[in-house]
């Protein structure tokens, strides 16, 4: 996509609905390759064939197709400056950490955040919040917080966005950062 922003929640869906071997091109997706100077073919293109088709859950694909037709409008971005106002508004309001351990520690985090890991965020379904909760998920840079967003919209959760640029957006416009 332009940004990487829906090319990482197809690509979330994409694993969940069977395929196996699906990415997300980084470094800014379609608009940095662009920017790079890579070449870009004009107009449409070709129809595609079908390579290693999964053979998904009609369920599971359905739930999967209501999830993405539901997104938010923005597709589920709050900014550093949203999240700064929501947070002094309201205290209810549930962040969710998916770094690692080490990266916390090195980092800090953003006070009263859950700590979930990526790599074990189903496994720790238990620790999830409230499927009501207002939820905002973060990472260092964005992607997998997305993810996170992503798989739990998955699971009927609503009211969930992740934030922009993640912690390190966080840090870079001046806000607190909690270590202990």
Same mark, same amino acid.
């Given at each position: ?30 608009? &940095?390759? @662009? ?8 107009? !449409?293109?070709? *129809?595609?064939? +079908?390579?290693? $088709?999964?053979?998904?859950d ?5 739930t ?22 929501e947070l ?18 090195e980092?800090g985090?953003?006070? &009263?955040? @859950? ?6 965020f189903?496994? !720790?379904?238990? *620790?999830?919040? +409230?499927?009501? $909760? ?30 922009k ?16």
């Amino acid at each position: 996509c332009g940004s990487g922003w829906r090319a990482t929640i197809a690509m979330t869906a994409l694993g969940a609905l069977g395929w196996t071997d699906v990415r997300s091109l980084v470094g800014g997706s379609f608009g &940095g390759w @662009v920017e790079a100077g890579y070449p870009v073919a004009e107009g !449409m293109p070709p *129809e595609p064939e +079908a390579l290693n $088709a999964a053979e998904p859950d009609p369920a599971l694909a359905a739930t999967i197709s209501d999830m993405l037709a539901n997104l938010p409008e923005g597709w589920g971005v709050l900014t550093v400056e949203d999240l700064t106002s929501e947070l002094a508004e309201n205290p209810d309001l549930v962040l969710v950490d998916v770094r690692r351990s080490e990266e916390v520690e090195e980092n800090g985090y953003i006070e &009263g955040a @859950v700590f979930i890991p990526l790599e074990e965020f189903i496994s !720790m379904k238990g *620790e999830w919040p +409230a499927s009501d $909760a207002n939820i905002v998920t973060y990472c260092a840079a964005g992607h997998r917080g997305l993810i996170a967003m992503t798989i739990l919209r998955s699971y009927g959760y609503t009211n969930v966005r992740n934030l922009k640029g993640g912690f390190g957006a966080w840090v870079d416009a001046g806000n607190p950062v909690a270590t202990d």
